[in-house]
């Protein structure tokens, strides 16, 4: 059973913070690992794939990096826009996501 | 611009079985991998299983037993059926597109559709 644990589970920061979700799975992955962004009453939408791959049309300020069991995802300048939860998911065996981490405004 | 939309019923009693379909439109329902994704209130996502060309089928070992998604390429839509549904199954239900088994992630979804388990 592959399980994806995200930290932290919520956090508050300002426009213009460099924010870091992190995701780590029970048992290695290699770098089966996507991101998601969703906003309330909306689809999550793709960010990031195979763990540092940026989705096309994502901006550049989101970044993935990781391999095995630690990831990390990058929001380098947070804009207004970006106050949402994000997701991990891992596509090593099944599909498995981590429990969100919502970013609010602080 | 590819668009898919959940559909079926919005109320289920409890012990029947859930049945939506996914209706795919600006491109093929061929060669895709085509999962669906539940979302209870409040809570975060949980994969429910994939379909690919009929062939290959995928389900979360937590639903294995109650599960059933299958495809209609003529129509270009994809189902899902849940069977003895409890109040632990309302959720909102999305579909989306994997290109790749997860590879490159679900690069399209619909825009969800809750449906409530109740008498």
């Known amino acids: 059973d592959f399980q994806m644990t995200q930290s932290p589970s919520s956090l508050s920061a300002s426009v213009g913070d460099r924010v870091t979700i992190t995701c780590r799975a029970n048992q290695s992955i290699s770098r089966y690992l996507n991101w998601y962004q969703q906003k309330p009453g909306k689809a999550p939408k793709l960010l990031i794939y195979?763990?540092?791959t940026l989705q096309s049309g994502v901006p550049s300020r989101f970044s993935g990096s990781g391999s095995g069991t630690d990831f990390t995802l990058t929001i380098s300048s947070l804009q207004p826009e970006d106050f949402a939860t994000y997701y991990c998911?891992?596509?090593?065996?099944?599909?498995?996501f981590g429990g969100g981490t919502m970013v609010e405004i602080k | 611009q590819v668009k898919l939309q959940e559909s079926g019923p919005g109320l289920v009693k409890p012990s029947e079985t859930l049945s939506l379909t996914c209706t795919v439109s600006g491109g093929s329902i061929s060669n895709y991998y085509w999962s669906w994704i539940r979302q209870p209130p409040g809570k975060g996502l949980e994969w429910i299983g994939y379909?690919?060309?009929?062939?290959?089928?995928n389900y979360n070992p937590s639903f294995k037993s109650r599960v059933t998604i299958s495809v209609d390429t003529s129509k270009n839509q994809f189902s899902l059926k849940l069977s003895s549904v409890t109040a632990a199954d309302t959720a909102v239900y999305y579909c989306a597109r994997d290109p790749s088994s997860g590879v490159r992630g679900f690069d399209y979804w619909g825009q969800g559709t809750l449906v409530t388990v109740s008498s």
């Open positions: 998911q891992q596509t090593y065996s099944t599909f498995t």
């Open positions: 379909i690919y060309n009929s062939g290959s089928i």
């Open positions: 195979t763990a540092s």
